[in-house]
Nanobody, 121 residues
Framework: QVQLMESGGGSVLAGGSLRLSCAAS?????????MGWFRQTPGQEREEVAT???????SYADSVKGRFTISQDNTKKTIYVQMNSLKPEDTAMYYC??????????????WGQGTQVTVSS
């Protein structure tokens, strides 16, 4: 049973920073695998924030480029997203995901339960 556990969400003022973490357990890294972060606000579709694959490709949403950085620890069991210069429009539930990298995109197969990020002006 694959489990993804997010942490690090919270409330912050605009311009502030947060770092989200996602610990993966019992995940078999089938190649080409991907992991990353998605977010969703009420009434909206879940959107990709930042993802990477095991070949070193990364992908960022245009809205977060230059502000968010995705990374992985050496054990490959924890991923992070450092979020700087946060804006109120970054407010969302953030989900960790793991899956397969197909045709240049991360196709999630597993999801965490989400962690809320709230940015106030």
């Amino acid at each position: 049973q694959v489990q993804l556990m997010e942490s690090g969400g919270g409330s912050v003022l605009a311009g502030g920073s947060l770092r989200l973490s996602c610990a993966a357990s019992a995940y078999t890294y089938s190649s080409p695998y991907c992991m990353g972060w998605f977010r969703q606000t009420p009434g909206q579709e879940r959107e990709e924030v930042a993802t990477f694959d095991n070949a070193g490709h990364t992908s960022y949403a245009d809205s977060v480029k230059g502000r968010f950085t995705i990374s992985q620890d050496n054990t490959k069991k924890t991923i992070y997203v450092q979020m700087n210069s946060l804006k109120p429009e970054d407010t969302a539930m953030y989900y960790c995901a793991a899956g397969l990298w197909i045709l240049g995109q991360c196709r999630p197969k597993y999801w965490g339960q989400g962690t809320q990020v709230t940015v106030s002006s």
